[in-house]
Every structure is written in C-alpha cells, then in structure tokens.
C-alpha cells in the first residue's frame, strides 16, 4: 500500500522565489493536513482540509502562505514570495474519516530558502 | 504558549534496558493523547495512544500511562532495542476532533 506521497523532497530555492510543494494523501483518505517541523516551534499544524474543503487554515502564518486540494488525492501548498525564515521541513498527514485521532505522515519536504 | 512539553531532548539507554520518555500538558480539553516515532528522513508514524478516560495502554513493549491530576504522560519501552533508535513525540488532540498538539520530541537512543 502506497502511504502518504510528498514531492519534491528537498527544495533549495532563492529568497523571493514561488515554491510549490505537493501531496497525494492515501487513497480513501478524506483528512489532509499540513505541517511544518522546525527547530524553534516543532512540528505544527498549518492548514486542515476534510472532503478538499479548507476547515481550518488558522495556522498558515501569511499570505504569503496558500493551500488548495483541487480532488481528493492531490493538494498543493504554495508559498509565494518564499523568505528564508520559512526553511523547515513541510510534511503532508492524511486521516480517514473527520477525526485526525491516528494520522498518516508523508516522509516530508525539506525547504531551504536561501 | 506550549501546550505540550517534552522537557527531555534526548535520552540515551542500554538495549534490553527500559526506556521512558516524559510528557508534561496544559490543555485540560484534550481527549486523546498519542505517540509519534520519527526516524530520519521519513514522516511521523503513529506508535500508540490512549484516551483521557483510562490511565495505561499497552501494545507489546511500549506501554503509556496518563497521570491527569498531574497533567503527564509517560511512554515506555520494555526491553529498549536498538531498532527503537528514532525521535518520539507526544500529542493531544482538542479543542476540535483533528487538532493534534506536538511536543518538540525527545531523541531516544538505544545502544547495543
């Protein structure tokens, strides 16, 4: 069984650049989430999607910050323009049902903005 | 605000030996509390959980208490292996049924 899908996994990019990071959830999956995991704040939630419908982007911290899920099995988040403070790995989570009791992490995306 | 505390960033035990790695919370709403195991360059994957309403679960050789009066929980590993080498974090899940809140992790390493 094909777990949760990440690409690309590592990213290195210039300050200012658009930078797209992509997630294919397990197939039947109806729960997404985002996550970044950095040395200061660890791992947090940045935005949940249930039936590719956003439920809670509280934790996107900027504009600069936006995620879609066009289906079910894809969703993109992009950061546009990428600031070195954003380097950090992103993972993708995905859950069956509404509840996120047990989720399904991706192996992540690691994001260097230079 | 750190609603979950892991104040240990690393532990480091002898295999066969136990291992217990330490949760602090704050938020009296969660209702499930649940154990993360990260090796690196792969994704969290789920290890074991319990609910508010019980104080052990166990699952093999890894065990976890909940102390609610004190706000704790506690994972351990009964006999440690090497294997078991890897990043451990703990979360809560409240406020909503999909928000889980991580500790910062806790560096486990088993030696042979």
């Known amino acids: 069984d094909a777990g949760v899908i990440q690409s690309p996994r590592h990213e290195v990019t210039e300050m200012g650049q658009e930078v797209t990071l992509r997630c294919k959830p397990i197939?039947?999956?109806?729960?997404l989430f985002w996550y970044r995991q950095t040395m200061m704040r660890g791992l947090e939630l940045l935005i949940y999607f249930n039936n590719n419908v956003p439920i809670d982007d509280s934790g996107m911290p900027e504009d600069r910050f936006s995620a879609k899920m066009p289906n079910a099995s894809f969703s993109t988040l992009k950061i546009q323009p990428s600031e070195p403070r954003d380097s950090a790995v992103y993972f993708c989570a995905s859950s069956p049902g509404q509840g996120g009791k047990t989720q399904y992490f991706g192996p992540g995306t690691r994001l260097l903005v230079l | 605000d750190q609603q979950v505390k892991q104040n240990s960033p690393s532990l480091s035990v002898q295999e066969g030996r136990i291992s217990i790695l330490n949760c602090d919370y704050t938020n009296s709403m969660f209702d499930y509390f649940l154990w993360y195991k990260k090796y690196p360059a792969e994704g969290p994957t789920f290890l074991i959980s319990?609910?508010?309403?019980?104080d052990k679960n166990e699952d093999g050789r890894f065990t976890v208490f909940l102390n609610k009066s004190a706000k704790h929980l506690s994972l351990h590993i009964v006999p440690s292996q090497p294997g078991d080498s890897a990043v451990y974090f703990c979360?809560?899940?409240?406020?909503?049924?999909?928000?889980?809140?991580f500790g910062k992790g806790t560096l486990l390493t088993v030696n042979p």
């Open positions: 319990i609910s508010s309403i019980k």
């Open positions: 197939s039947g999956h109806n729960s």
């Open positions: 979360a809560g899940r409240g406020g909503s049924n999909y928000k889980l809140t």
